[in-house]
């Protein structure tokens, strides 16, 4: 999807009379950077019947890490979210981290290729019966393998076994191009898009 941004520009100029003479007293120019981003809302209220992805390769396992460092959580946020500008995470201090990532309703998956890491999910209970899938993503080097629509299969099943009521998620134009349609194929709906303005 296309980031819809502009930067709009004022220049203002005031000036002062003295004895009837205009002089220019200030010249300044302000640049205000505005992002207009839709995001997109969904959400799935019953569990999929469709059958499970086959691993696209053999190599691959899932694992729900409870005790990653301050430090590991963060390189998942960098690596993975940094071509999408995830930096919700990233603008908390070390405490706040640490009372998120390791609450036990808080499930962070991995996903691995061989030992090599190829994605992460994070998925929040606190709000039960609803379960927001808050990130979910590749490393880049893992993208158009076919393990995203693999990953995010697990992740959901994983969900529906605490039985909510509602899993849901959001995304934006600054996510990857096909984000939108890669869950409605995984089983979420569209149930609202907002426009917001961010300077």
Not at 40 to 58: G, I, V
Not at 74 to 98: C, I, M, N, S
Not at 143 to 158: C, D
Not at 191 to 197: A, I, L
């Given at each position: 999807?296309?980031?819809?941004?502009?930067?709009?520009?004022?220049?203002?100029?005031?000036?002062?009379?003295?004895?009837?003479?205009?002089?220019?007293?200030?010249?300044?120019?302000?640049?205000?950077?505005?992002?207009?981003?839709?995001?997109?809302?969904?959400?799935?209220?019953?569990?999929?019947?469709?059958?499970?992805?086959?691993?696209?390769?053999?190599?691959?396992?899932?694992?729900?890490?409870?005790?990653?460092?301050?430090?590991?959580?963060?390189?998942?946020?960098?690596?993975?979210?940094?071509?999408?500008?995830?930096?919700?995470?990233?603008?908390?201090?070390?405490?706040?981290?640490?009372?998120?990532?390791?609450?036990?309703?808080?499930?962070?998956?991995?996903?691995?290729?061989?030992?090599?890491?190829?994605?992460?999910?994070?998925?929040?209970?606190?709000?039960?019966?609803?379960?927001?899938?808050?990130?979910?993503?590749?490393?880049?080097?893992?993208?158009?393998?076919?393990?995203?629509?693999?990953?995010?299969?697990?992740?959901?099943?994983?969900?529906?076994?605490?039985?909510?009521?509602?899993?849901?998620?959001?995304?934006?134009?600054?996510?990857?191009?096909?984000?939108v349609s890669t869950y409605e194929r995984a089983g979420f709906?569209?149930?609202?898009?907002?426009?917001?303005?961010?300077?």
């Open positions: 999807m296309l980031s819809s941004g502009f930067c709009a520009v004022y220049s203002l100029t005031v000036f002062y009379s003295i004895k009837n003479r205009c002089k220019l007293a200030v010249g300044c120019t302000f640049h205000i950077n505005i992002d207009n981003i839709l995001v997109t809302y969904l959400e799935m209220t019953q569990r999929p019947t469709h059958p499970p992805c086959l691993p696209p390769q053999a190599d691959l396992k899932i694992l729900r890490e409870a005790k990653l460092s301050i430090a590991q959580y963060l390189y998942l946020q960098k690596t993975v979210g940094g071509p999408w500008q995830w930096d919700e995470r990233l603008a908390l201090t070390e405490d706040e981290l640490d009372a998120i990532i390791h609450n036990p309703e808080v499930d962070l998956l991995v996903l691995y290729c061989g030992r090599a890491i190829a994605g992460f999910c994070e998925m929040d209970r606190r709000c039960f019966p609803d379960i927001e899938i808050k990130f979910f993503g590749l490393m880049p080097e893992f993208i158009g393998q076919g393990l995203g629509s693999y990953f995010l299969n697990r992740a959901i099943a994983a969900a529906w076994e605490h039985c909510p009521m509602r899993l849901w998620l959001h995304t934006d134009t600054n996510d990857h191009p096909r984000a709906q569209v149930y609202k898009q907002v426009m917001e303005t961010f300077r």
